[in-house]
């Protein structure tokens, strides 16, 4: 979800949080009469420095780096616990260090408010509820930076957590997840997780399953038909990931069975099946042996 979705989202929760409604039809009946309507002519002014800060940072993406930078800084004088801000100077900063640093100090706020006392109240909802989505967004960005500098198994550690927050995994970090359990032969885990997201008829899924059932079982009759279904659900995927060259542009969506899905998930699984001892020239053999 974008920042404009998230922007939408803030207001109208203040919106709503401002009616005193008195029933739950009555609630229902508002937002009936609200479709179709700019929220934002509303004039539902942020009243809390909280909700002031947030605002900042909505606006910040939309302007130069110097102005931005001005209304970062005035965000976290008004709000020292903004994790928008944070996310913001994670999401601008070229070295990943520096950025990992600001994600953390994201993290570090978000564990305090959310994962305290009120972790009941969060639990299982952390994308649904808007409140916390800049926390989880900075885990997962964290997490992508732990994977660059090699800390593999505290990358796997966070997106387990994160699942642990939200098992609807809305961010889809499980994909990530189980390639990475994968690469680092936890098999026990890669189990758990399939069986929680089983029946996902995407690139990823199969594409990691066919893998996972290769390096376990090598060239089965079982592994073969998992990655023939694989191939069969995305033609592009094979040939990017035999061409041994990197994925270097996303774009920003893609749809099941298409050349964007495909280079999603080459993006992160290329250098594991180049890595993964026979995996190369066993795709290199069932791809042939369709094509003969």
Wanted: proline share 2%; hydrophobic share 35%.
């Amino acid at each position: 979800m974008n920042k404009q979705q998230d922007k939408f989202m803030t207001e109208l929760t203040r919106l709503l949080e401002s009616q005193n409604f008195q029933s739950e039809e009555e609630m229902e009946k508002f937002l009936n009469d609200l479709m179709g309507k700019d929220i934002s002519s509303f004039k539902n002014k942020p009243s809390t420095n909280k909700e002031k800060a947030q605002d900042l940072v909505y606006e910040a993406y939309d302007l130069t780096p110097a102005i931005a930078k001005k209304k970062i800084e005035k965000a976290l004088q008004l709000d020292p616990d903004c994790i928008e801000a944070y996310e913001y100077l994670g999401d601008t900063e070229e070295s990943i260090q520096k950025a990992d640093a600001f994600y953390e100090k994201g993290i570090e706020i978000g564990r305090r408010l959310f994962c305290g006392e009120k972790y009941n109240e969060y639990k299982g909802y952390f994308w649904g509820i808007v409140e916390t989505r800049p926390f989880m967004r900075c885990l997962r960005d964290h997490a992508e930076i732990l994977y660059l500098l090699g800390k593999k198994k505290e990358c796997v550690e966070i997106f387990e957590e994160m699942i642990e927050f939200n098992p609807n995994d809305n961010q889809g970090v499980r994909d990530q997840l189980m390639l990475y359990l994968i690469e680092l032969n936890e098999d026990s885990k890669y189990e758990k997780y399939f069986k929680m997201f089983k029946n996902e008829d995407k690139a990823f899924s199969l594409f990691n399953y066919a893998l996972y059932t290769f390096k376990k079982e090598g060239d089965t009759l079982k592994s073969k038909k998992q990655l023939q279904k694989a191939l069969k659900q995305n033609k592009y995927v094979a040939k990017k990931i035999l061409s041994a060259l990197p994925i270097v542009e996303l774009a920003e969506y893609y749809g099941i069975g298409d050349e964007n899905e495909a280079d999603y998930y080459v993006s992160y699984a290329q250098p594991i099946w180049w890595e993964t001892k026979g995996a190369i020239d066993w795709l290199k053999s069932i791809v042939q042996c369709l094509n003969c």
